[in-house]
C-alpha cells in the first residue's frame, strides 16, 4: 500500500540524499590555499627571472668548458666530454645561483655557509640523475643527427648563406659533425634542472628563513 497523494504531498522522499553536496566548488578551502601557498605570487616571479639568468650563465659556462674540452679531446668521446664539461661548470654556477636566489628569490639574512653547502647538497641530489641522462641524450642525438645528416646539412647551408664573419663561425663550430648533440643535450639537461631545483631550495636551502 503506498501513501495517499495529497495536493502538498512532494513527490520525492523526505530523507537526506546519501553523498552530501560540498558547499565549495572543486576543492576545499585549506587544500586549495596550500596550493597556492607553494608558489606565492612575488617569490615565484622573483625565481622564473633569477632561473633564466641561471639557465642563460650555466649553459654558457657549460658551452665554453666544452668548447675547450672538444679541442684537447676526439669527438668520438663527446659522451664523455659533456660529463666532464658539465663536472668543471657546476661549481661556478651553483655558486651564482645561490646569491641570485638568496639576495633576490628567499631574501634570507646571514647563515651564508649553512645555505650555500645546503644549496651544493639540492643540486647533488639531482646531479647524478643529470650527468646520466646528459650522455644518454647525447648519444641518442648523435645517432638521430647521423641518421638526418643529409637533411641537417641542407638546413644549415640555407641558414649559413644569411650569415657571415664570427657568427658563421660559430655556427659552423656548433654543427661540426656529431659535435652540435652534446650542445642540445646540455641546454635541455640545464633547463630541466633549473625547474627541480625550486621546490628543492624552497623546502631545503632555504626553509627555514623563507617559512616566516
Not at 178 to 198: C, N, V
Request: some cysteine; glycine content about 10%.
Amino acid at each position: 500500500m503506498t501513501a495517499p497523494q495529497g495536493p502538498e504531498s512532494e513527490p520525492f522522499p523526505t530523507h537526506p540524499p546519501v553523498v552530501p553536496i560540498p558547499q565549495d566548488p572543486f576543492l576545499p578551502k585549506r587544500r586549495l590555499q596550500g596550493i597556492v601557498n607553494l608558489f606565492p605570487g612575488g617569490q615565484f616571479l622573483r625565481y622564473l627571472c633569477v632561473g633564466a639568468f641561471n639557465t642563460i650563465f650555466g649553459y654558457i659556462s657549460f658551452v665554453v668548458a666544452l668548447t675547450l674540452l672538444n679541442g684537447a679531446l676526439p669527438q668520438r668521446f663527446m659522451y664523455l666530454t659533456v660529463v666532464v664539461a658539465s663536472i668543471l661548470s657546476t661549481p661556478l654556477n651553483i655558486t651564482v645561483a645561490y646569491f641570485g636566489y638568496k639576495f633576490f628569490v628567499f631574501r634570507t639574512q646571514g647563515n651564508y655557509l649553512m645555505e650555500w653547502l645546503k644549496c651544493f647538497a639540492v643540486y647533488g641530489t639531482g646531479m647524478i640523475p643529470g650527468l646520466v641522462a646528459l650522455s644518454g641524450l647525447t648519444r641518442v642525438l648523435q645517432s638521430l643527427i647521423h641518421h638526418h645528416a643529409v637533411r641537417l646539412h641542407v638546413l644549415l647551408a640555407s641558414v649559413e648563406s644569411h650569415l657571415g664573419g664570427r657568427m658563421l663561425a660559430t655556427v659552423q663550430h656548433l654543427a661540426t659533425g656529431k659535435a652540435m648533440a652534446g650542445y642540445i643535450a646540455g641546454a635541455i639537461i640545464i633547463g630541466l634542472s633549473t625547474m627541480y631545483s625550486f621546490v628543492g631550495h624552497k623546502k631545503v636551502t632555504f626553509k627555514t628563513k623563507s617559512a616566516g
